[in-house]
Protein backbone atom coordinates (compact mmCIF):
# COMPACT_ATOMS: atom_id res chain seq x y z
CA UNK A 1 0.00 0.00 0.00
CA UNK A 2 3.02 2.71 0.37
CA UNK A 3 3.73 2.33 -3.11
CA UNK A 4 -0.24 3.05 -4.08
CA UNK A 5 -0.93 5.93 -1.43
CA UNK A 6 2.94 7.57 -2.68
CA UNK A 7 2.24 7.38 -5.88
CA UNK A 8 -1.95 8.73 -5.02
CA UNK A 9 -0.50 11.49 -3.03
CA UNK A 10 2.22 12.44 -6.22
CA UNK A 11 -0.96 12.59 -8.75
CA UNK A 12 -2.74 14.58 -6.51
CA UNK A 13 -0.36 16.87 -5.40
CA UNK A 14 0.34 17.06 -9.04
CA UNK A 15 -3.21 18.90 -10.30
CA UNK A 16 -3.33 20.71 -6.80
CA UNK A 17 -0.41 22.90 -7.06
CA UNK A 18 -2.04 24.50 -10.45
CA UNK A 19 -5.79 24.43 -8.97
CA UNK A 20 -6.47 27.50 -10.54
CA UNK A 21 -5.91 26.06 -14.12
CA UNK A 22 -6.95 21.96 -13.04
CA UNK A 23 -10.08 22.75 -10.72
CA UNK A 24 -10.96 26.63 -11.12
CA UNK A 25 -11.25 27.03 -14.66
CA UNK A 26 -12.94 24.31 -15.49
CA UNK A 27 -15.64 25.52 -12.62
CA UNK A 28 -15.30 28.83 -14.97
CA UNK A 29 -16.07 26.94 -18.56
CA UNK A 30 -19.43 25.55 -17.35
CA UNK A 31 -20.32 28.91 -15.74
CA UNK A 32 -20.29 30.58 -18.78
CA UNK A 33 -22.17 27.80 -21.14
CA UNK A 34 -24.49 28.07 -18.19
CA UNK A 35 -25.15 31.82 -18.57
CA UNK A 36 -24.65 31.45 -22.13
CA UNK A 37 -27.00 28.47 -23.13
CA UNK A 38 -29.78 29.25 -20.37
CA UNK A 39 -29.84 33.25 -21.19
CA UNK A 40 -31.11 31.53 -25.19
CA UNK A 41 -32.89 28.88 -24.75
CA UNK A 42 -34.75 29.18 -20.41
CA UNK A 43 -38.36 30.66 -22.20
CA UNK A 44 -38.36 28.23 -25.45
CA UNK A 45 -37.20 24.91 -23.99
CA UNK A 46 -38.81 22.74 -21.41
CA UNK A 47 -37.45 19.25 -20.82
CA UNK A 48 -39.61 17.58 -17.93
CA UNK A 49 -42.39 19.38 -16.32
CA UNK A 50 -41.52 21.54 -13.64
CA UNK A 51 -38.16 21.66 -14.38
CA UNK A 52 -36.69 25.04 -15.83
CA UNK A 53 -34.02 24.59 -18.36
CA UNK A 54 -31.88 25.87 -16.69
CA UNK A 55 -32.03 23.63 -13.65
CA UNK A 56 -31.96 20.71 -16.60
CA UNK A 57 -29.12 22.08 -17.82
CA UNK A 58 -27.10 22.05 -14.33
CA UNK A 59 -26.60 18.12 -13.97
CA UNK A 60 -25.24 18.06 -17.62
CA UNK A 61 -22.51 20.57 -17.20
CA UNK A 62 -21.46 19.12 -13.64
CA UNK A 63 -21.48 15.46 -15.16
CA UNK A 64 -19.72 16.60 -18.15
CA UNK A 65 -17.41 18.60 -16.06
CA UNK A 66 -16.42 15.64 -14.08
CA UNK A 67 -16.05 13.25 -16.98
CA UNK A 68 -13.52 15.51 -18.87
CA UNK A 69 -11.55 16.58 -15.96
CA UNK A 70 -10.93 12.93 -14.41
CA UNK A 71 -10.04 12.02 -18.48
CA UNK A 72 -7.77 15.30 -18.58
CA UNK A 73 -6.07 14.31 -15.02
CA UNK A 74 -5.16 11.08 -16.01
CA UNK A 75 -3.88 11.18 -19.57
CA UNK A 76 -1.96 14.46 -19.19
CA UNK A 77 0.16 12.50 -16.20
CA UNK A 78 1.51 9.88 -18.44
CA UNK A 79 1.68 11.21 -21.36
CA UNK A 80 4.08 14.09 -19.40
CA UNK A 81 6.12 11.11 -17.60
CA UNK A 82 6.47 9.51 -21.05
CA UNK A 83 7.92 12.77 -22.99
CA UNK A 84 10.00 13.88 -19.86
CA UNK A 85 11.07 10.20 -19.53
CA UNK A 86 10.04 10.48 -15.64
CA UNK A 87 7.61 7.29 -16.00
CA UNK A 88 10.80 5.10 -15.88
CA UNK A 89 11.34 5.45 -12.63
CA UNK A 90 7.89 4.67 -11.65
CA UNK A 91 8.30 0.95 -13.54
CA UNK A 92 11.62 1.21 -11.60
CA UNK A 93 9.53 1.51 -8.06
CA UNK A 94 8.36 -1.80 -6.48
CA UNK A 95 4.34 -0.95 -7.35
CA UNK A 96 2.33 -3.62 -9.12
CA UNK A 97 0.78 -2.53 -12.20
CA UNK A 98 -3.10 -2.57 -10.18
CA UNK A 99 -1.70 -0.21 -7.79
CA UNK A 100 -0.26 2.05 -10.91
CA UNK A 101 -3.63 1.80 -12.28
CA UNK A 102 -5.38 2.74 -9.26
CA UNK A 103 -3.66 5.79 -8.26
CA UNK A 104 -3.53 7.07 -11.37
CA UNK A 105 -7.69 6.65 -11.40
CA UNK A 106 -8.30 7.28 -8.27
CA UNK A 107 -6.05 10.66 -8.71
CA UNK A 108 -8.30 11.13 -11.74
CA UNK A 109 -11.95 10.58 -10.45
CA UNK A 110 -11.17 12.78 -6.98
CA UNK A 111 -9.79 16.33 -9.14
CA UNK A 112 -13.38 15.34 -11.22
CA UNK A 113 -15.43 15.51 -8.21
CA UNK A 114 -13.79 18.54 -7.16
CA UNK A 115 -14.37 20.37 -10.52
CA UNK A 116 -17.71 18.84 -10.34
CA UNK A 117 -18.82 19.95 -6.39
CA UNK A 118 -17.07 23.44 -7.65
CA UNK A 119 -19.38 23.60 -10.54
CA UNK A 120 -22.64 22.38 -8.42
CA UNK A 121 -21.66 25.01 -5.96
CA UNK A 122 -21.65 28.00 -8.15
CA UNK A 123 -24.62 27.39 -9.91
CA UNK A 124 -26.66 26.95 -6.88
CA UNK A 125 -27.67 30.82 -7.08
CA UNK A 126 -28.96 29.90 -10.32
CA UNK A 127 -31.29 26.62 -9.40
CA UNK A 128 -31.68 26.09 -5.94
CA UNK A 129 -30.79 22.88 -4.47
CA UNK A 130 -32.38 19.87 -5.99
CA UNK A 131 -31.85 16.26 -4.88
CA UNK A 132 -33.91 13.74 -5.01
CA UNK A 133 -31.93 10.76 -5.08
CA UNK A 134 -28.58 11.92 -3.79
CA UNK A 135 -27.22 8.18 -3.81
CA UNK A 136 -27.36 7.62 -7.56
CA UNK A 137 -25.84 11.37 -7.64
CA UNK A 138 -22.62 9.97 -5.67
CA UNK A 139 -22.32 6.44 -7.48
CA UNK A 140 -22.81 8.21 -10.74
CA UNK A 141 -20.05 10.59 -10.12
CA UNK A 142 -17.56 8.30 -9.06
CA UNK A 143 -18.23 5.26 -11.35
CA UNK A 144 -17.91 8.28 -14.39
CA UNK A 145 -14.99 9.84 -12.91
CA UNK A 146 -13.67 6.32 -12.51
CA UNK A 147 -14.26 5.18 -16.31
CA UNK A 148 -13.24 8.32 -17.94
CA UNK A 149 -9.86 8.35 -15.45
CA UNK A 150 -9.42 4.59 -16.81
CA UNK A 151 -9.94 5.47 -20.58
CA UNK A 152 -7.29 8.41 -20.04
CA UNK A 153 -5.01 6.39 -18.68
CA UNK A 154 -4.96 4.20 -22.20
CA UNK A 155 -4.81 7.38 -23.75
CA UNK A 156 -1.38 8.39 -22.00
CA UNK A 157 0.12 4.80 -22.49
CA UNK A 158 -1.52 4.83 -26.43
CA UNK A 159 -0.21 8.21 -27.08
CA UNK A 160 3.28 9.08 -27.81
CA UNK A 161 3.34 12.69 -27.90
CA UNK A 162 0.93 15.49 -27.09
CA UNK A 163 -0.38 15.88 -30.88
CA UNK A 164 -1.85 12.05 -30.42
CA UNK A 165 -3.29 13.12 -26.68
CA UNK A 166 -4.93 15.88 -28.84
CA UNK A 167 -6.59 14.05 -31.48
CA UNK A 168 -7.52 11.44 -28.81
CA UNK A 169 -9.80 14.07 -27.07
CA UNK A 170 -10.85 16.15 -29.26
CA UNK A 171 -12.12 13.09 -32.23
CA UNK A 172 -13.53 11.02 -29.14
CA UNK A 173 -14.39 12.55 -25.71
CA UNK A 174 -15.54 15.74 -26.91
CA UNK A 175 -17.90 14.04 -29.37
CA UNK A 176 -19.23 11.90 -26.39
CA UNK A 177 -19.56 13.89 -24.51
CA UNK A 178 -21.31 17.16 -26.48
CA UNK A 179 -23.40 14.44 -28.20
CA UNK A 180 -24.84 12.76 -24.62
CA UNK A 181 -27.53 14.82 -23.57
CA UNK A 182 -26.12 17.59 -21.62
CA UNK A 183 -27.74 20.28 -23.16
CA UNK A 184 -31.19 18.14 -24.08
CA UNK A 185 -33.01 15.21 -23.87
CA UNK A 186 -32.90 12.41 -26.51
CA UNK A 187 -36.40 12.39 -26.84
CA UNK A 188 -36.17 15.66 -28.37
CA UNK A 189 -33.72 13.87 -31.41
CA UNK A 190 -35.36 12.38 -34.60
CA UNK A 191 -36.10 8.68 -33.64
CA UNK A 192 -32.33 7.33 -35.71
CA UNK A 193 -30.22 9.76 -33.95
CA UNK A 194 -32.02 8.99 -30.74
CA UNK A 195 -30.64 4.98 -31.51
CA UNK A 196 -27.75 6.50 -32.34
CA UNK A 197 -27.36 7.91 -28.56
CA UNK A 198 -28.34 4.90 -27.02
CA UNK A 199 -24.83 3.83 -28.46
CA UNK A 200 -23.23 6.57 -26.63
CA UNK A 201 -22.38 5.50 -22.63
CA UNK A 202 -21.27 8.76 -21.69
CA UNK A 203 -25.73 9.23 -22.61
CA UNK A 204 -26.01 7.05 -19.94
CA UNK A 205 -23.64 8.38 -17.39
CA UNK A 206 -25.70 11.98 -17.69
CA UNK A 207 -28.49 10.40 -17.76
CA UNK A 208 -28.10 8.35 -14.81
CA UNK A 209 -26.43 11.36 -12.52
CA UNK A 210 -29.46 13.79 -14.25
CA UNK A 211 -32.04 11.11 -12.25
CA UNK A 212 -30.46 11.49 -9.14
CA UNK A 213 -31.39 15.33 -9.37
CA UNK A 214 -34.88 15.32 -10.32
CA UNK A 215 -35.84 11.46 -10.21
CA UNK A 216 -36.29 11.92 -13.74
CA UNK A 217 -35.07 10.34 -16.58
CA UNK A 218 -34.97 9.39 -20.30
CA UNK A 219 -34.35 5.21 -19.61
CA UNK A 220 -34.45 3.82 -16.08
CA UNK A 221 -31.25 4.71 -13.74
CA UNK A 222 -30.64 0.84 -13.35
CA UNK A 223 -30.13 0.23 -17.12
CA UNK A 224 -27.93 3.06 -17.09
CA UNK A 225 -25.61 1.90 -14.10
CA UNK A 226 -25.25 -1.51 -15.73
CA UNK A 227 -24.35 -0.15 -18.88
CA UNK A 228 -21.79 2.09 -16.98
CA UNK A 229 -20.59 -0.70 -14.88
CA UNK A 230 -20.23 -2.68 -17.93
CA UNK A 231 -18.12 -0.50 -19.81
CA UNK A 232 -16.00 0.54 -16.61
CA UNK A 233 -14.85 -3.11 -16.07
CA UNK A 234 -13.87 -3.91 -19.82
CA UNK A 235 -11.89 -0.62 -19.62
CA UNK A 236 -10.28 -1.81 -16.59
CA UNK A 237 -9.49 -5.05 -18.06
CA UNK A 238 -7.59 -3.65 -20.83
CA UNK A 239 -5.72 -1.09 -19.36
CA UNK A 240 -4.55 -3.42 -16.54
CA UNK A 241 -3.25 -5.64 -19.22
CA UNK A 242 -1.57 -3.31 -21.07
CA UNK A 243 0.04 -1.78 -18.08
CA UNK A 244 1.31 -5.87 -17.18
CA UNK A 245 2.35 -5.82 -20.50
CA UNK A 246 3.76 -2.39 -20.61
CA UNK A 247 2.77 -1.50 -23.97
CA UNK A 248 4.72 1.46 -24.84
CA UNK A 249 5.97 1.73 -21.93
CA UNK A 250 8.99 -0.25 -21.07
CA UNK A 251 11.51 0.71 -23.96
Known amino acids: MIGFLTLLQKEILRFWKVGFQTVAAPVVTALLYLLIFSHVLEDHVRIYDNVPYTAFLVPGLVMMSILQNAFANSS ?37 LLVGLGVFLVTLGFTGARLEAPLWILVFAVLGGA ?15 FDQLAAFQNFLIMPLTFLSGVFYSIHSLPPFWQQVSHWNPVFYMIDGFRYGFFALSDVSPWQSLAV ?24
Open 147 to 161: VLGTLGVIAGIWSDK
Open 76 to 112: SSLIQSKVTGSVVFMLLAPISYRAFWAAYVGAAALRG
Open 228 to 251: VGVCFVLLAAVTLELLRRGYKLRM
